[in-house]
Nanobody
């Protein structure tokens, strides 16, 4: 089992920045990919960014490319999402997720573990 705990959410104005963190614990040696997803009110949860836990491959949703940066610190088992130039449409609950095998970056069903989510609100 892998436990994931997100932090760093909050409220910012348009154009502001936030950095989310996701602390992983448990059998982190089983993790192959970690990712960020988000769910806006009344919408389905969507893929934001993903990273190979031990490796260099990274993937972003088109809607956040150039504004968001995913990174990790393997020494402390923590995943990050730096969000710049935030827009009101970025308002959502952001979830950290982990999976133990390869597959499609944005396939939610392939992620084995999920955090509880952290709220990000961008005001216009």
């Amino acid at each position: 089992q892998v436990q994931l705990v997100e932090s760093g959410g909050g409220s910012v104005p348009t154009g502001g920045s936030l950095k989310l963190s996701c602390a992983a614990s448990g059998r982190t040696s089983d993790v192959y990919v970690m990712g960020w997803f988000r769910q806006a009110p009344g919408k389905e949860r969507e893929f934001v960014a993903g990273i190979i836990w031990i490796g260099r491959s990274i993937n972003y949703a088109d809607s956040v490319k150039g504004r968001f940066t995913i990174s990790r610190d393997n020494a402390i088992n923590t995943l990050y999402l730096r969000m710049d130039s935030l827009k009101p449409e970025d308002t959502a609950v952001y979830y950290c997720a982990a999976r133990t095998s390869g597959g499609q970056w944005n396939s939610q069903s392939q992620y084995d573990y999920w955090g509880q989510g952290t709220q990000v609100t961008v005001s216009s």
